[in-house]
């Protein structure tokens, strides 16, 4: 096993340690999702297991944009897909900073691979210094604060949150929007981002004109993903052309 693929008490512990100022930001969008999952029926167990199964905030709040009796469960497969695709560059990233990864060691890496976990972690990596037992007590962290929030989330809507004037007054119905945002910006890597975008939102808009519904968020997805490729596989040709 390569030496950046150890783990040990020490290392996981800091990890660990480090991440709870991080894990922390989330608090509000956990928070947030755990007053929607009440208002959609979930009962505080089923909303804090999959908070801390799934540990994907953003795929979470699509998932329950589009929750409903029966479970639409094709549609909320292709939108969680659709919604963790830059899990595929993530991992990616980090294949080469691991290499000969042991299979048990496989799944709990995927697990923790969150977006502020991944960040903190890849850094050290490129540098050289990178060390597994701080990505796993790291994810851990993220996971116990994400999965607590929406509990704390869950209960407080049965309590004092459960005006929902009052969590519009604390700007709890603006969380989801709000994280989109910052995701979207920090993903955003300039013009050439531009014109996927643009095709993404037509198709949306298109989509819930025309169908209804909540399809508007996987069709508008896939129309500027398969946009983004198809440029970038053309313009691959010209230049080995």
């Not at 977006?115 to 996971?143: C, P, S, T």
């Not at 607590?148 to 049965?158: I, M, Q, Y």
Request: one cysteine or more; charged letters at 10%; proline letters at 5%.
């Amino acid at each position: 096993m390569s030496p950046s693929a150890r783990v040990t008490w020490r290392s996981f512990q800091a990890g660990a340690l480090r991440m709870i100022l991080p894990g922390l930001a989330s608090l509000p969008f956990g928070i947030g999702f755990g007053v929607a999952a009440a208002q959609k029926g979930l009962s505080a167990f089923e909303t804090t297991l999959m908070s801390f199964t799934v540990m994907a905030g953003t795929s979470q709040m699509v998932a329950l944009d589009i929750w409903a009796q029966p479970l639409p469960l094709m549609a909320l497969a292709v939108s969680v897909f659709v919604a963790n695709l830059r899990y595929f560059v993530m991992g990616a990233a980090l294949q080469p900073h691991l290499p000969h990864l042991p299979w048990w060691l496989q799944p709990p890496v995927w697990y923790v691979t969150v977006d502020q976990n991944w960040a903190v972690n890849i850094a050290e990596y490129r540098r050289g210094h990178g060390d597994l037992g701080k990505f796993l007590g790291g994810g851990f962290v993220m996971a116990c604060i994400w999965s607590g929030s929406t509990l704390a989330g869950h209960l407080a809507a049965g309590g004092i949150l459960s005006d929902p004037t009052m969590a519009k007054r604390l700007g709890l119905d603006f969380v989801g929007v709000a994280v989109f945002v910052v995701v979207a910006t920090i993903l955003f890597r300039g013009k050439r981002d531009i014109a996927p975008w643009m095709v993404a939102i037509a198709a949306a808009f298109a989509a819930k004109w025309l169908m209804g519904g909540n399809w508007y968020i996987v069709i508008g997805g896939l129309a500027g993903g398969l946009f983004g490729a198809l440029r970038d596989f053309r313009r691959d040709d010209v230049r080995q052309s």
